[in-house]
């Protein structure tokens, strides 16, 4: 079945160090792939999405590319903030169905 | 607020008992779905309907948990004789999808369920 593995966290990153979360999937057909962030008692937000190889989604200086070679959906940021502190989910939808599958979630949090 | 809201917040209960929750979706949105999410773990797809038919269910919705969505707008989520094993965060989320073309889910805030 589909299935989505992160690195696991907590990643503690000083505030304007660059971050990487690493996202790999296993899928049937060809996935689109999401970015989903938690903040504090808030519920999930969509960060960006790709729909296609190749593609990069990109929002609020974040961005990932969709890699079909190496089934990875890593995501970036050159600058991080404290108030990027969250919890970074990644997932993904294939073909015709509706589900989203995620993975385990990341936490992040930088410090001043 | 237009966003996706969940009903209540947070519930506690005793094993046994039944609970009830709801999710009102974004206004419009045709389809509306439940996953379930337990500590350190992400979202896990339950169910979901387009408009009032209830078209997937996933293997973790045992017998013992009915989704509803009687008019289309608003769903119910029950879960009956509750255990231990069915604390978590329930999420709602809902979508517009028109022919096969599927928009973004917006989730909202989640009802945090403990059964002691």
């Known amino acids: 079945g589909d299935s989505v593995t992160q690195m696991e966290g907590p990643v503690t990153l000083s505030e304007e160090a660059f971050l990487t979360i690493n996202c790999t999937y296993t899928a049937t057909g060809y996935p689109s792939l999401f970015w989903y962030v938690q903040y504090p008692g808030e519920g999930l937000q969509l960060l960006l999405k790709?729909?296609?190889?190749?593609d990069k989604g990109s929002n609020k200086g974040f961005e990932a590319t969709y890699r079909k070679e190496t089934t990875s959906f890593h995501l970036e940021k050159g600058s991080v903030q404290v108030s990027d502190s969250a919890v970074y989910f990644c997932?993904?939808?294939?073909?015709?169905?509706?589900?989203?599958?995620f993975g385990t979630g990341t936490r992040l949090q930088v410090t001043l | 607020d237009t966003g996706v809201s969940q009903n209540p917040r947070h519930k506690i209960t005793k094993r046994g008992q039944n609970v009830t929750f709801r999710c009102d979706p974004i206004s419009e949105h045709n389809r509306l779905y439940w996953y379930r999410q337990t500590l350190g773990q992400g979202p896990e797809f339950l169910t979901y309907f387009q408009n009032e038919a209830q078209l997937e269910k996933s293997r973790l919705l045992s017998d013992r948990f009915s989704a509803e969505r009687p008019k289309g707008s608003f769903s119910t989520l029950e879960i009956q004789r509750t255990e231990q094993g069915d604390s978590a965060m329930y999420l709602c989320?809902?979508?517009?999808?028109?022919?096969?073309?599927?928009?973004?889910?917006?989730f909202g805030p989640g009802t945090r369920l403990l059964v002691l």
């Open positions: 997932a993904l939808r294939t073909g015709t169905a509706s589900k989203l599958t």
């Open positions: 790709a729909t296609k190889a190749d």
């Open positions: 989320a809902s979508s517009l999808t028109l022919g096969l073309a599927e928009e973004t889910q917006y």
